[in-house]
T-cell receptor, first 110, second 114 residues
Framework: GQNIDQPTEMTATEGAIVQINCTYQTSGFNGLFWYQQHAGEAPTFLSYNVLDGLEEKGRFSSFLSRSKGYSYLLLKELQMKDSASYLCAVTEAAGNKLTFGGGTRVLVKP | SQTIHQWPATLVQPVGSPLSLECTVEGTSNPNLYWYRQAAGRGLQLLFYSVGIGQISSEVPQNLSASRPQDRQFILSSKKLLLSDSGFYLC?????????????FGPGTRLTVT
């Protein structure tokens, strides 16, 4: 089975940086996804990590350490539109299924 | 390009009534299909997934069922809804080939059971 933990809520100021941590315990691990979900909307894909290290994509970066069962999503130069929930999800070795954490709600204040 | 449709967008149903939610995908063949449920303020819970027509895997025992009558059609059903079935239902698809499987989500159906 899978157990995925991430903080429930975080608050940050516009223009700042926020780091959202995700820890996981899995019986089989293939990769880790980050999704963004605005209130009332469907999740949208942000990033995917399968190897250790940092993946950078514009203002967003995601890091993975397989040995530690740990990932983080880094949001830089925060904008008001970044206020959303951020979902960490892991795939098993078969790759067909995603198991999601509870999500981290990020509130960006002016 | 690929698109995924879900309907209805919102639904209010009484306890004990039946349910049918439909999801269709365009622009791809033989996708993997998924049904998730999200309770208010919570993460996504995988309910069912399908790797082909007539092939359904259930993740959570409950009063819901799923069917895949066509390659790009996925249906979520219930014979008798419970109050606890309220939530945001999301359909998703992913490619069935390649090294990893990003999932693309439909717009969702918000179900309220009264």
């Amino acid at each position: 089975g899978q157990n995925i933990d991430q903080p429930t809520e975080m608050t940050a100021t516009e223009g700042a940086i926020v780091q959202i941590n995700c820890t996981y315990q899995t019986s089989g691990f293939n990769g880790l996804f980050w999704y963004q979900q605005h209130a009332g909307e469907a999740p949208t894909f942000l990033s995917y990590n399968v190897l250790d290290g940092l993946e950078e994509k514009g203002r967003f970066s995601s890091f993975l350490s397989r040995s530690k069962g740990y990932s983080y999503l880094l949001l830089k130069e925060l904008q008001m539109k970044d206020s959303a929930s951020y979902l960490c999800a892991v795939t098993e070795a078969a790759g067909n299924k995603l198991t999601f954490g509870g999500g981290t709600r990020v509130l960006v204040k002016p | 390009s690929q698109t995924i449709h879900q309907w209805p967008a919102t639904l209010v149903q009484p306890v004990g009534s039946p349910l049918s939610l439909e999801c269709t995908v365009e622009g791809t063949s033989n996708p993997n299909l998924y049904w998730y449920r999200q309770a208010a303020g919570r993460g996504l819970q995988l309910l069912f997934y399908s790797v082909g027509i007539g092939q359904i895997s259930s993740e959570v025992p409950q009063n819901l069922s799923a069917s895949r009558p066509q390659d790009r059609q996925f249906i979520l059903s219930s014979k008798k809804l419970l109050l606890s079935d309220s939530g945001f239902y999301l359909c998703a698809w992913s490619t069935s080939t390649g090294g990893w499987y990003e999932q693309y989500f439909g717009p969702g159906t918000r179900l309220t059971v009264t």
